[in-house]
Every structure is written in C-alpha cells, then in structure tokens.
C-alpha cells in the first residue's frame, strides 16, 4: 500500500527537517479509502493525483500538515457523502481541516451563473490565503500536477483549464516569487493554447542553443577563474530562457530571436551581499556591458520578494548575455519566493518582511467589503495579481511599488487614506502635474495636501488604477456622505424603476427595494441606496430582480387592449408597439416569439427588420443583411416583412448574442492564441473559430463570439486591432 507513497517518503527525507511521518501515513490511508473506486480520466487510481501533489508540497519544504492537507484536499469536495471537516479535524487537527477547508471549492452558493460561482471561488481561496499562505501553495501544487496530466482531458476543458492557468494560477505564482513553479505553469499552459508556437520556439531554441553549446561553459568558466582570483567563491550555472518567455518576447513584443539580448544566461550565486558588488565590477571588467540593461533589484527589491543583480554583456563573437548574481539566500527566495521560510529556516525579521509582503491579500479584501459587484472584484484582483510594478520614491527616499499605469492618486492613497483624503495636488520631481498623472520608474512624488480640503471627488473613482485605492475612496464617502449617496442612489432607481412603471409612491419603492436588498443580504432600503450612491454597488446587476418585484406586488404597465376588427383597419391608426421574446418590439405582432437569424446575427444597436416565418415565430434580420435585399424580390414574401426595433430598455447583464469576427491575419506562430488570451481576458465567450489559408499568405479567421451590443463589439474589435499580426477585422456573416 505505502509503495505508491514512496517517492513522498524519499523527498521527505531529503528535506532533514522533523516530520510527522505516521501522521503523513495515516493521512494517506484515510485519503486512499475515500478515493477507493476513483478513477482519473487518464485511468489512473485517483488517489495517484492527491499522493504526487503532496510530493510536489514536500519539494517546496512545506510541513507536516501541508502534506496531510494535500494528500486530503479533494475528499470533502469528492466524498461529502462520508467525510467532512469536522471529522477531518478530529483526525488529524484543526490546522489541516482549516488548510483542507481552504482548498475546497464552494459547491452549494447561491450565484446568477457559473462565472460568478467561480469569482466566488477565488474570493474563497484569497480569504484562506489572508489566513494561512500554505492554501495557496498547496492549490499551486494541485494545479501543477493537473496541468502536468492535462493531455487525458477532452481539447475544449484543455484549453479552458490551460487559460485559466495562465491568467490566474501562473501569475499568482509570480506574485509569490516561486519561479519554479510560475514558470512550468506557463509552458505548460502555452503548450495546450498553441501546440504548434510552443514546438518552434522550442525547436528554435534547441537549434541556436546547439550552435553555441560551448558558449556558456567557456563564459562560465573564465568569469569563475576571475572570481577566484579575487577570493570569490562562487557558484555558477547557465540557462536560456524558457519557452513562454521567449514565446512572449517574440509574440507580444514582435522581436526577433536576434532582438532577444537575454536568451542566454549565467547565474552566480556569492555567499554576501558584498560579494554580489564585487562579482558585478568584475564582470563589467571582463566584458562590455549594454548601456540600460543594468537593474539592481538587492536595493530595490521586487514586490513577491525577489532580489538579485541584472546585467547584459557582450561576449565573445559579439554574443551578448544575461548575468545575475546574488547571494545563496537570495536564491533560494528567487526560486521558492514565499515558500522559502518553510524551506529555509530564514528567522523572524524575514518572517515579518514576509508578512509585509503579503498585506496585498488583505488590501484586495479590504477592497472587496466596500463592494459587492463581482465584476469591481475580478477587477481588482487582476490588477494587484497581473500588474507590471512601476517603482517610485517618497521624498524621503521610501520606495513604494504600484501597479504599472497608477496615478499620482494612487501614490497618494498608497501611503495612507488619510493623504489620499486630504490631496489637493502632487508633484512629481519637484515640478507640480495633473492629479491624473502616472508617474515613471525612479520618479520622486510629492503629495500636496491641505486640512481644508473637502475631501476626494467621485470622478477620482474613473481615475484610478489600484483596487485600494478606489476602496479607500469609497469608504471616505460610505462615512462622509451617507446622506448624499442615499439621494444619489435613490435617484439612480428611480430613473431605473419607471422604465417599468408610470407611477409609483416613494412608499412602495422603498418597500420594493428593501425586499430586494434583503435577498443580497443588505438590511434596508436607504442601505440598498447608500451603496449604490458610494459605488459599493452597480445597479445592472438587480435589474432583473427589481422587475421580478414590481410585477410580484402588482407594479407593471397595464396590458394594451385588443382593437376590434373595424378600427385594425383604419390606416390613420399605428398599431401599439408590444414587447416580444429576446428583446424585441414587432409593430402589430402582440407577443410574437422571435429568433435572430443566423446569416447576419442582428445585436443589439443594428438596424434590423423582422419576417415572420410559418410556424417559428418572427426571424430578426440585420436590415442590409443580403437575404433580405434577396427575399423582397420575391413578391409573395413582401407581406411577410414586419417593421421590429430593440426594446429601449437596458440589456440584461447576462444577455448575450452571438457575432461573427472576421479577421485577417499574418501567418505567425502563436496568434491565434494571443487572440484567444485577449478575448479571454475581456471575458467574451468563444463557441467556434475556423480557420483558412488564403493564396497570398494571409489566414481568414472566423471566430463566433458572445456579444452584448453593437457598442461591445467595436470594443472587441478595437481590442484586437492593437494585436501584432493582426490586418484587419470585421464584421463577419454565419457559414
């Protein structure tokens, strides 16, 4: 039974640190019994998938309970019939059950649809994260073994799973500093959205690599011999960049493999922070360095923790490379980031920098109380997870990180509340600027602030890039301006309620929204308006919940009467407009169910016109769709055209039509999956994409997306115009 176990045992004992076996064993037998008659869909026992995430733990150094809790992560997820947490925590103790508890997804919430289910999730796992790191370590393991087997799965779940990889899992990782694992994640994901990019960069690399196979060795060995010299030990191993990095460098940034000046590296790892500067001088003794290709990241560290000192010289036949050089502390931090104080006993002041480190989780958090809109989440948590870091400096020398893009207002509030609140002005190396101002890398920003100032301007809330910031803002004016938000939330619903109804008394609207409120979990009515007012809230999202209301308490438009036959006929009269299904109005047809036609996919904003067909209702076309230029040329089908338009009202939130993008494109390696990630990152839905080869070497791409407005999709577009490779886009008809 423990022969499955064995390689655990053995990195375990490698580690030489105090571990509970019998606990880790028992921890297995339970795990092994719950899972027994559990398969993979590779056809491996499933107990396989828990035992080599509890391995991949072991590696990272993590502790007993680490292990126990990966070796149990999915038994309360996969068998609630005959386990739970609390029969977990009198097995093997509350730390396990609450890591256990951390690493299981949210099976029972109520939620509009599946993505919301799934930010709920994330939010989920930031809380266990704000209380034990270890949960999102152990998640990272878990992922990195399912994409290490992902080829078992069906292609669409590979290349949702291998997106959500890249977008979620791989950044987190980085924000972490585990490098190890951030970066098999990437080529792993990359590898499932454009098999064909990964196996050329690949294939490029083995073959400039071979060409200068000796390169590194005889760089490596002279820069040793200096080192030694001069009473340098010194370690040193070289590398070239992974696949997704290059990948990136290429695609992204539209470089040669020739532009790619760190595609070959060395690394020299010195026992002192002292030894690091001395190694540095050494090498620009020894080679030519290139001018702005210098980053000291040991006095300037990066946020997930990670110091070190970058320099790109040129060797020998003009071969330029990459050296990095840091003390052996310092790598262990690059490759473990986080994880390395469980790997390495590093002390309690590096204890506390960790903590420091780690207040983002509670900032992103802190951020999600002020807020309930899921949408205003994911947001946040992509700009404090995804983000590029631009670094700046107090006047007092203190650097501070931000987010690539934020403003001098974010600055502002990334130093306190207070600054933020009471900003009249900054100035950014010395010379006074616009609030809206993002400042560079090396900038020195000054605050101006005042005591009689009356506080920040919503409009700062459109200006903003930090989710901390924006929450900040927010809470200034949840406590400030209750009374004024109650008015401008409640203005917001009204304008909002008589799209519905002609008249309703300020009475039955508060009682209205009050049962509404209580169905989100807000205790009143002014709350509900309070919320709305201070952007805690955005009121599309309970659209549909405040319409179901009205009609429940009788508040909805009256029907339209039936017209007798003889005033049907009188030309003089218009017919009334009815609503019909899916958001449209057809002029004389009461109540007519609707299909949009697939040969144009009419969205919301075209003009559009409707032919009634036998037996199916009314088909929506796009006025200049071709079928109907074609169809009125038939003189028995001119009665059959009825006038239609879109209801005046807004869309549903979850309402979605499907477009056609045609897009012309170079034939390059990896664009449709950077195609593929922009679409995903404006959360628009694929449901097929064609592809075809034109004579002049151009690729037609055909991708059917989901589609919100005829306004949404010039923003799709406009996005992928700024992508290389890419000639043209437009709007494309259904095959």
């Known amino acids: 039974m423990f022969q499955l176990l064995r390689p655990l045992l053995e990195v375990i ?43 991949i733990v072991a590696e990272l150094g993590l502790d007993t309970d680490s292990i126990c809790a990966a070796l149990l992560h999915d038994v309360v997820e996969d068998c609630s019939d005959r386990t739970n947490l609390d029969t977990i925590k009198k097995m093997f103790g509350t730390e396990v059950a609450m890591l256990v508890d951390g690493l299981t997804k949210i099976i029972q919430v109520q939620v509009a649809d599946k993505e919301e289910a799934h930010i709920e999730n994330i939010r989920k796992m930031l809380l266990a994260m704000n209380k034990d790191i270890r949960v999102i370590f152990i998640k990272l393991c878990d992922r990195l073994h399912n994409m290490r087997t992902l080829g078992a799965k069906k292609e669409d779940r590979q290349r949702a799973i291998a997106l959500e990889t890249m977008y ?143 320099t790109t010289v040129i060797g020998r036949s003009g071969t330029p490379f990459e ?79 931000l987010p690539q893009g934020s403003t001098v207002i974010d600055f ?11 900003m009249t002005g900054a100035k950014v190396n010395g010379v006074i600027v616009p609030i809206d101002r993002k400042p560079q890398n090396g900038d020195i920003i000054e605050i101006i602030t005042s005591n009689a100032s009356k506080g920040p301007s919503r409009d700062w809330l459109k200006i903003v890039k930090t989710g901390e910031a924006r929450s900040k803002i927010r809470q200034w004016f949840k406590k400030e301006k209750r009374v004024e938000n109650i008015a401008l939330g409640r203005l917001e619903v009204e304008r909002e309620v008589k799209r519905y109804v002609k008249s309703i ?29 201070f952007g805690g809230l955005s009121l599309s999202r309970f659209v549909n919940r405040i319409k179901e209301e009205l009609e429940k308490v009788g508040l909805k438009d009256a029907p339209v009467q039936e017209q007798d036959e003889i005033s049907q006929v009188k030309i003089t009269e218009t017919p009334k407009k009815r609503r019909a299904s899916g958001g449209i109005i057809i002029d004389g047809e009461p109540g007519c169910q609707v299909k949009f036609a ?68 170079e034939d390059r390696i990896g664009v449709i999956a950077s195609i593929s990630m922009a679409l995903a990152d404006m959360r628009v839905s694929i449901s097929q994409i064609n592809t075809q080869t034109m004579k002049n070497g151009e690729v037609a791409i055909n991708i059917h997306v989901g589609c919100k407005s005829t306004s949404h999709y010039e923003s799709i577009v406009s996005r992928l115009r ?12 259904s095959n």
């Open 13 to 55: 004992e490698k580690n030489e640190k105090n571990y509970d076996t019998d606990k880790i064993k028992n921890a297995f037998l339970y795990a092994s019994e719950l899972h027994a008659g559990q398969f993979r869909q590779s056809g491996e026992p499933y107990i396989s998938h828990p035992v080599e995430v509890s391995r």
């Open 168 to 310: 979620i899992y791989a950044p987190l990782a980085h924000r972490l500093g585990i490098q190890r694992i951030k970066q098999e994640l990437e080529n792993l994901s990359l590898f499932y959205l454009d098999p064909i990019g990964y196996e050329e960069v690949e294939a490029s690399i083995e073959k400039k690599f071979g060409q200068n196979r000796d390169f590194l060795n005889y760089s490596r060995d002279y820069i040793s011999e200096k080192l030694r010299e001069n009473g340098i030990d010194a370690h040193i191993e070289g590398r070239v960049k992974s696949v997704y990095s290059l990948y990136r460098k290429m695609y992204s940034f539209n470089k040669s493999f020739d532009e790619i000046y760190d595609f070959y590296a060395l690394r020299i790892i010195v026992d002192t922070e002292l030894e690091c500067y001395t190694a540095l001088g050494l090498v620009h003794e020894m080679f030519h360095s290139i001018p702005g290709r210098f980053k000291d990241y040991i006095s300037t560290p990066k946020p997930n923790l990670y110091r070190s000192l970058h």
């Open 323 to 401: 050296v990095q050089i840091r003390t052996k502390q310092m790598h262990a931090e690059a490759e473990y980031g986080i994880a390395a104080h469980w790997k390495y006993k590093t002390g309690e002041k590096s204890r506390a920098e960790i903590d420091e480190k780690l207040r983002w989780i509670a900032r992103l958090l802190e951020s999600d109380e002020n807020t309930r809109d899921p949408d205003e989440f994911i947001h946040s948590f992509k700009t404090d997870i995804f983000h590029d870091e631009t670094f700046v400096f107090t006047p007092k020398g203190d650097v501070i990180s």
């Open 412 to 422: 502002a509030y990334a130093i306190h509340s207070a600054v933020g609140n009471k």
């Open 505 to 533: 008394t300020d009475d039955k609207l508060d009682e209205v929204i009050a049962t509404v409120a209580k169905r989100v979990g807000i205790a009143t009515a002014d709350d509900f308006y309070n919320t709305l007012g």
């Open 598 to 665: 697939k040969c144009c996919n009419p969205l919301p904003g075209d003009k559009i016109v409707g032919f009634v067909t036998r037996g199916f209702g009314v088909s929506i076309h796009k006025s200049d769709c071709p079928n109907v230029s074609l169809s009125r040329k038939n003189e028995e089908n001119l009665s059959r055209w009825v006038r239609a338009e879109w209801e005046k009202t807004e869309a549903s939130p979850n309402s979605s039509y499907e477009a056609v993008l045609q897009i012309m494109v």
């Open 722 to 733: 700024s992508i290389p490779s890419i000639i043209s886009v437009s709007r494309g008809l």
